[in-house]
């Protein structure tokens, strides 16, 4: 893990329109998280069951704790993104296929924090303001889970195509 090559790889135009997309969508919810605020529900579902029945509850506060987690998160993975060569690949990485697996990978974690930025931000806004909903849809769970497990699929499907 430690001998990978350690190369700068180059921000495509999509690299940069995923991270002016995590931007964005961080400061959107920030602000919509802010505005909202006080119209929210003073007590809103915070857990829920295997079944997707609420069995907690919690003080509006919450959202701005996930907020402040989401915007840490953020920082952290794009600071980890900046050092590829220390990632964990499927494939044995060599000068040849370093640019591209480098590549790929570190777009793999742009999606990854626009995913956690976007299910970070709005499920508990969406949560609390149905916050009559006696239950968490299975469809949003599946929505989340394919959010992410869908690019993951995709993002080894290419590291094996280019190794």
């Given at each position: 893990m430690y001998n990978q090559p350690k190369i700068k790889v180059p921000l495509t135009l999509m690299d940069k329109l995923l991270e002016m997309a995590i931007i964005v969508a961080?400061?959107?919810?920030?602000?919509?998280?802010?505005?909202?605020?006080?119209?929210?529900p003073d007590t809103i579902p915070v857990h829920y069951t295997?079944?997707?029945?609420?069995?907690?509850?919690?003080?509006?506060?919450?959202?701005?704790?996930?907020?402040?987690?989401?915007?840490?998160?953020?920082?952290?993975?794009?600071?980890?993104?900046r050092?590829?060569?220390?990632?964990?690949?499927?494939?044995?990485?060599?000068?040849?296929?370093?640019?591209?697996?480098?590549?790929?990978?570190?777009?793999f974690m742009r999606f990854l924090t626009l995913i956690l930025v976007l299910i970070f931000g709005i499920s508990p806004l969406e949560i609390s303001y149905s916050s009559s909903m006696d239950s968490f849809s299975a469809y949003w769970l599946?929505?989340?889970?394919?959010?992410?497990?869908i690019p993951l699929g995709i993002y080894f499907y290419l590291a094996w195509k280019n190794k």
């Amino acid at each position: 893990m430690y001998n990978q090559p350690k190369i700068k790889v180059p921000l495509t135009l999509m690299d940069k329109l995923l991270e002016m997309a995590i931007i964005v969508a961080l400061i959107t919810l920030w602000i919509v998280l802010i505005t909202n605020y006080s119209s929210l529900p003073d007590t809103i579902p915070v857990h829920y069951t295997i079944k997707g029945e609420v069995d907690g509850y919690g003080s509006k506060s919450t959202l701005i704790v996930l907020q402040i987690v989401s915007t840490v998160m953020t920082i952290g993975l794009t600071l980890l993104n900046r050092f590829p060569h220390i990632f964990n690949y499927p494939f044995q990485i060599t000068e040849q296929n370093a640019v591209v697996q480098y590549r790929l990978a570190t777009r793999f974690m742009r999606f990854l924090t626009l995913i956690l930025v976007l299910i970070f931000g709005i499920s508990p806004l969406e949560i609390s303001y149905s916050s009559s909903m006696d239950s968490f849809s299975a469809y949003w769970l599946v929505v989340i889970l394919g959010a992410i497990f869908i690019p993951l699929g995709i993002y080894f499907y290419l590291a094996w195509k280019n190794k």
